[in-house]
């Protein structure tokens, strides 16, 4: 049977992001960026897809590195789109972004160094890294393209088969851009599993869920990695392209050890993903029955777990167990619940039995396939009932209270996951339609419950808390082929320099929050209806903006962590919803990286500079700067001022430091630069961390 092609499945597909800058409408006469984008990426795309699977036959690859995908049949979607994979979408949003950051910004740059940056990422398996050299290449093409389509020979002007695209696919080869772009939709599943003793029957559970996906029958490319932690060691990291080898890598896994409650958990998230660099959107499941020892420790710790997951776009789901003896429950500590609501992960508790943790095989190949949140929020209750079980008559009346959560279902989701965690009388919790009819739990967790539902009627549906759960946290993450979804990052514009827009990684307090709005399936939008949100950690609504131009401007920005929530109304008349995934601080400083030509890479035996700005929106101050490196061999010539920066009051300091890179360092070493700058009176403190790259 031929396999669908990627054009075919993306060829009516609108990947017109709605990133409209203030000073020119993208697509007025014809000269939108992303639509531009599309037509360079999908025909080659298609080749790259058409090439690997006549090589492979519509199995596992000459390499034997991964199971292939079976072969395809067209799927129609909503308005007879054609559909591609979740995977796919995301790469080409980061190349977007890097396009839109490009424009933003007035940058410019060669394209033959942009090929190489390009090779030697993709080589080093840094995709991120490639996909925004790529996105800056894209958006030199596009200057050519809108300066033909201005001449007045527009019938000339059509996307070149020889732009950057093409150029690097033959460069690199299939197989290598294949990664780059997430062409055929490759995921790895990663497995962290705590190892100590009393963790030998949710190892055994892992493996029936590894067992119960070989019976499902998925379309894209499927790799393990496995990696086990305990105290005090973690590893060895390993990732497997057959699921008979993982299987036997479960097998001799050996419980062992343990005993005070704690174990090296964030070494052994951090790793996994370092040591595999997985395909964007990876999901990872971890296995344990005990609380982190490694929330501060200084090589790893929490903070560096939820970079690197956020890095790579996985997201972290817990399947806790309750260990025997008076260990706390691992889902109490507070620092698992961040990584999850970092991630966008979830989080289940599955008591002293792992029977019942051996039924989540569908949760994982959910996750496996892609999934956008619909919804999520958490209820604190002081107070109230503390047994379990049916109610005393004067306990009736706060027992028949309901919280009503209601969120919209629209009819691009094909199937919906819903995840509450309650402190007690779990089996009260009602999950209705939008008829008000009741749907069964689909799985009861200890202290939760999980509903799994099908095809799901689209509307309003409301999932019925009563007061007696006690506190509560919930999330509902939604799927389908391809995820109705966003992304967005905040920018400032230069005084005296509307048109310039510097990107910056959190809003500062004292300013109106300026946001940047990226969705890939904006053509299944009503445009005019977009709101965006700021939610804090309880889903409570902080702010609220319209949409105006892919700009949504928040005159204050929250004072507490907060998510972004996009809502509207699809063009079928349905409400919908998303949530971001990061969690979003406002700081009063921030240090950010000036643009220089050599985009972030190192020139080897030679000194380069590389600059930052800091911006100070506290009290006037004096920041201190810190730089450190994650590889050895890099030598600070012209160190920061030992003095410091004195900042003004709403006024930012540029910084400027001199690199060398010794000439035996190998090209294409990726080396990660950490910066910290620490006001000396008011001791605030603001990072940056950026790879750099040896050439």
Same mark, same amino acid.
């Given at each position: 049977m031929r396999s669908a092609t990627l054009l075919s499945q993306l060829?009516?597909? $609108?990947?017109a992001l709605l990133y409209l800058p203030a000073a020119q409408s993208q697509s007025l006469d014809g000269y939108d960026m992303f639509d531009f984008a599309k037509?360079?990426? +999908?025909?080659?795309?298609?080749?790259?897809?058409?090439?690997?699977?006549?090589?492979?036959?519509?199995?596992?690859?000459?390499?034997?590195?991964?199971?292939?995908?079976?072969?395809?049949?067209?799927?129609?979607?909503?308005?007879?789109?054609?559909?591609?994979?979740? %995977? *796919?979408?995301? @790469?080409?949003?980061?190349?977007?972004?890097?396009?839109?950051?490009?424009? #933003?910004?007035? &940058?410019?740059?060669?394209?033959?160094?942009?090929?190489?940056?390009?090779?030697? @990422?993709?080589?080093? +398996?840094?995709?991120?890294?490639?996909?925004?050299?790529?996105?800056?290449?894209?958006?030199?093409?596009?200057?050519?393209?809108?300066?033909?389509?201005?001449?007045?020979?527009?019938?000339?002007?059509?996307?070149?088969?020889?732009?950057?695209?093409?150029?690097?696919?033959?460069?690199?080869?299939?197989?290598?851009?294949?990664?780059?772009?997430?062409?055929?939709?490759?995921?790895?599943?990663?497995?962290?599993?705590?190892?100590?003793?009393?963790?030998?029957?949710?190892?055994?559970?892992?493996? %029936?869920?590894?067992?119960?996906?070989?019976? *499902?029958?998925?379309?894209?490319?499927?790799?393990?990695?496995?990696?086990?932690?305990?105290?005090?060691?973690?590893?060895?990291?390993?990732?497997?392209?057959?699921?008979?080898?993982?299987?036997?890598?479960?097998?001799?896994? %050996?419980?062992?050890? #343990?005993?005070?409650?704690?174990?090296?958990?964030?070494?052994?998230?951090?790793?996994?993903? +370092?040591?595999?660099?997985?395909? =964007?959107?990876?999901?990872?499941?971890?296995?344990?029955? $005990?609380?982190?020892?490694?929330?501060?420790?200084?090589?790893? !710790?929490?903070?560096? $777990?939820?970079?690197? @997951?956020?890095? *790579?776009?996985?997201?972290?789901s817990f399947f806790y167990s309750t260990s025997p003896g008076s260990c706390r429950k691992p889902s109490e500590f507070d620092s698992f619940n961040e990584i999850v609501d970092a991630t966008e992960g979830m989080s289940m508790q599955f008591g002293t039995s792992a029977a019942k943790l051996q039924q989540m095989g569908e949760i994982v190949i959910s996750a496996l396939d892609g999934t956008s949140t619909v919804k999520s929020g958490r209820v604190t209750v002081s107070g109230g009932p503390k047994r379990r079980g049916p109610p005393g008559i004067h306990s009736l009346h706060r027992l028949t209270m309901n919280r009503r959560n209601m969120f919209p279902i629209d009819e691009s989701i094909s199937k919906f =996951?819903?995840?509450?965690?309650?402190?007690?009388?779990?089996?009260?919790?009602?999950?209705?339609?939008?008829? +008000?009819?009741?749907? $069964?739990?689909?799985?009861?967790?200890?202290?939760? @419950?999980?509903?799994?539902?099908?095809?799901?009627?689209?509307?309003?549906?409301?999932?019925?808390?009563?007061?007696?759960?006690?506190?509560?946290?919930?999330?509902?993450?939604?799927?389908?082929?391809?995820?109705?979804?966003?992304? *967005?990052?905040?920018?400032? %514009?230069?005084?005296? !320099?509307?048109?310039?827009?510097?990107? =910056?990684?959190?809003?500062?307090?004292?300013?109106?929050?300026?946001?940047?709005?990226?969705?890939? &399936?904006a053509n299944r939008l009503q445009v005019s209806s977009l709101r965006l949100d700021a939610l804090d950690r309880f889903g409570n609504v902080l702010e609220m903006s319209m949409v105006s131009r892919a700009t949504a401007t928040f005159q204050r920005p929250p004072s507490v962590p907060f998510k972004l929530r996009l809502r509207g109304t699809t063009v079928g008349g349905f409400s919908f919803e998303r949530i971001s995934r990061k969690i979003i601080t406002a700081k009063s400083a921030i240090i950010r990286m000036v643009y220089n030509k050599n985009y972030y890479t190192l020139p080897r035996g030679k000194r380069s500079y590389v600059r930052f700005a800091i911006h100070n929106n506290g009290a006037s101050d004096t920041f201190r700067v810190n730089l450190a490196f994650s590889s050895r061999g890099i030598q600070i010539v012209s160190p920061p001022s030992a003095s410091g920066y004195h900042v003004r009051s709403r006024g930012q300091r540029y910084v400027s430091t001199q690199l060398e890179v010794p000439t035996s360092m190998r090209k294409g070493t990726f080396i990660k630069m950490f910066v910290t700058a620490r006001g000396t009176r008011s001791g605030v403190t603001t990072k940056l961390s950026a790879q750099l790259m040896v050439m």
């Open positions: 060829s009516v597909l $609108a990947i037509k360079q990426l +999908n025909p080659v795309s298609e080749k790259v897809e058409e090439t690997l699977h006549r090589v492979s036959g519509g199995g596992p690859l000459p390499d034997g590195g991964r199971p292939g995908a079976r072969p395809r049949t067209k799927k129609r979607g909503p308005r007879g789109e054609s559909l591609g994979n979740n %995977r *796919y979408v995301s @790469a080409m949003l980061q190349v977007n972004k890097a396009m839109a950051e490009a424009q #933003g910004r007035r &940058l410019s740059f060669d394209p033959t160094f942009l090929k190489t940056v390009t090779k030697l @990422a993709v080589d080093a +398996n840094e995709m991120k890294k490639a996909r925004d050299a790529l996105g800056f290449g894209m958006y030199e093409d596009f200057k050519k393209y809108q300066a033909c389509m201005k001449s007045g020979s527009r019938h000339k002007c059509g996307p070149s088969s020889s732009g950057i695209v093409a150029q690097i696919r033959s460069l690199i080869g299939d197989e290598k851009f294949n990664r780059l772009m997430a062409v055929q939709g490759d995921a790895d599943l990663i497995f962290t599993i705590d190892t100590t003793g009393s963790m030998s029957e949710e190892i055994n559970a892992a493996k %029936r869920i590894v067992e119960s996906i070989a019976r *499902y029958d998925r379309e894209r490319p499927v790799r393990y990695t496995l990696s086990p932690f305990n105290d005090p060691h973690t590893g060895p990291v390993r990732r497997y392209g057959d699921r008979s080898q993982f299987l036997r890598a479960l097998d001799n896994l %050996r419980a062992t050890g #343990g005993g005070d409650c704690k174990e090296m958990t964030f070494h052994g998230i951090y790793n996994a993903i +370092n040591e595999t660099k997985p395909p =964007i959107e990876s999901p990872m499941f971890v296995f344990t029955d $005990a609380g982190p020892k490694d929330e501060s420790t200084p090589d790893v !710790n929490k903070d560096d $777990a939820i970079g690197k @997951a956020l890095d *790579y776009f996985v997201p972290v =996951i819903v995840v509450i965690t309650v402190e007690r009388n779990e089996e009260l919790v009602e999950l209705r339609d939008p008829n +008000n009819g009741i749907v $069964a739990q689909t799985y009861q967790l200890e202290n939760g @419950a999980i509903w799994v539902v099908h095809r799901p009627r689209s509307g309003m549906w409301s999932l019925m808390v009563p007061f007696s759960v006690g506190s509560h946290s919930f999330k509902v993450t939604a799927s389908s082929e391809l995820n109705i979804d966003f992304d *967005y990052y905040f920018i400032r %514009r230069l005084p005296g !320099n509307s048109r310039v827009e510097i990107p =910056i990684s959190e809003p500062l307090i004292g300013e109106p929050a300026i946001v940047k709005v990226l969705i890939p &399936l």
